[in-house]
């Protein structure tokens, strides 16, 4: 199985709600990455993940919180986005935290802040 | 600092031309190149990656790229496009010491019947 999955595929929110962005894999990984990939533009890191523990964030926004329950869990937890926050999220994972690895990405999650 | 240069933002090719997409880096010791593809909507599939050896790389759907170190490029070709190879490709470069991939800001291929 190399499959990344995200879910929801798509998601609406206000600026008020609480939403969470799930991402599962069953590789044996044990580095995950969230990535945001406004239109037209390359995905942005946002956070890494190595064996379970927070490795980067890259100066996100606290609105933006990220989870890893156990090594095949990633979350997002989202809490008073802005309308610029909108965009396909992307969880990825690797081997390991390596820079020579293959990442594996999921589909996305479309999510649009009202 | 490192960084990787996709120098055309949109590439438009007829079905069965050959493809070339150009990718630049720049980072100071032997890179970890790799090249992405993302169809609408969808996450990135790697196509191919580069670490060392042999400087020509095959990928998956008839993909190469070939790696250059005295011109710091590392760019991806097709010898026949098929309709479905349209999508956005991404060059990559690995950093070593941290646990980073810089994207290139993407090529979009167009392909014409």
């Known amino acids: 199985d190399t499959e990344v999955t995200q879910t929801p595929k798509h998601l609406v929110m206000g600026m008020t709600n609480k939403k969470s962005l799930k991402c599962e894999q069953h590789?044996?990984?044990?580095?995950m990455y969230w990535y945001k990939q406004k239109a037209k533009k390359p995905p942005e890191l946002m956070f890494v993940?190595?064996?379970?523990?927070?490795?980067i964030n890259e100066s996100v926004p606290s609105r933006f919180s990220p989870e890893c329950p156990n090594s095949s869990l990633l979350n997002l937890h989202l809490h008073a986005l802005q309308p610029e926050d909108s965009a396909l999220y992307l969880c990825?994972?690797?081997?390991?935290?390596?820079?020579?690895?293959?990442?594996?990405f999921g589909p996305g999650t479309r999510l649009l802040v009202l | 600092a490192q960084s990787v240069t996709q120098p055309d933002i949109h590439i438009t090719v007829s079905e069965g031309a050959s493809l070339e997409l150009r990718c630049n880096y720049s980072?100071?010791?032997?890179?970890?190149l790799f090249w992405y593809v993302q169809s609408p909507g969808q996450g990135l599939q790697l196509l191919l990656k580069?670490?060392?050896?042999?400087?020509l790389v095959q990928g998956i759907k008839g993909f190469e790229a070939e790696f250059k170190r005295s011109q710091s490029s590392f760019n991806l070709r097709k010898p026949s496009v098929h309709w479905s190879d349209a999508a956005e490709y991404f060059c990559?470069?690995?950093?070593?010491?941290?646990?980073?991939?810089?994207f290139g800001a993407g090529t979009r291929l167009f392909v014409k019947a």
């Open positions: 990825a994972s690797s081997q390991g935290p390596s820079p020579s690895e293959t990442q594996y």
């Open positions: 590789m044996g990984h044990r580095a």
């Open positions: 993940y190595s064996y379970e523990k927070l490795s």
């Open positions: 980072y100071g010791a032997t890179p970890y």
């Open positions: 580069y670490f060392s050896g042999d400087t």
């Open positions: 990559a470069v690995g950093v070593t010491g941290g646990f980073k991939t810089i």
